[in-house]
């Protein structure tokens, strides 16, 4: 059974952090690309953040310098550290996990971060 269980959500100021992770299991996590993604009121989801089973990285323009996205492939996780966040941070944070030569691919439930004052 695939379970993916998001933490580090929650309301926090501008200029504030926060540490989203996500654990993974019933999958052989270490092959599979894992990704942020968020989604905000009225909008698209939209990816933010995604590390390759290698650990190649890549980000959205609007968090480049200010997120960092990582995995540990011991402990099946991967984290987004978000710093500087703004009200347009503000969106469900959905962890995604990839695997394109098997069309393999699961999301989380979603957790809830918003930035306001």
């Known amino acids: 059974q695939v379970q993916f269980v998001e933490s580090g959500g929650g309301l926090v100021q501008p200029g504030g952090s926060l540490r989203l992770s996500c654990a993974a299991s019933g999958i052989i996590f270490s092959i599979y690309a894992m990704g942020w993604y968020r989604q905000a009121p009225g909008k698209q989801r939209e990816l933010v953040a995604s590390?390759?089973?290698?650990?190649?990285?890549n980000y959205a323009d609007s968090v480049k310098g200010r997120f960092t996205i990582s995995r540990d492939n011991a402990k099946n996780t991967v984290s987004l550290e978000m710093n500087s966040l703004n009200p347009e941070d503000t969106a469900v944070y959905y962890c995604?996990?990839?695997?394109?030569?098997?069309?393999?691919?699961?999301w989380g439930q979603g957790t809830q971060v918003t930035v306001s004052s």
């Open positions: 590390i390759t089973s290698s650990g190649s990285t």
């Open positions: 995604n996990a990839a695997y394109i030569a098997m069309r393999s691919e699961y």
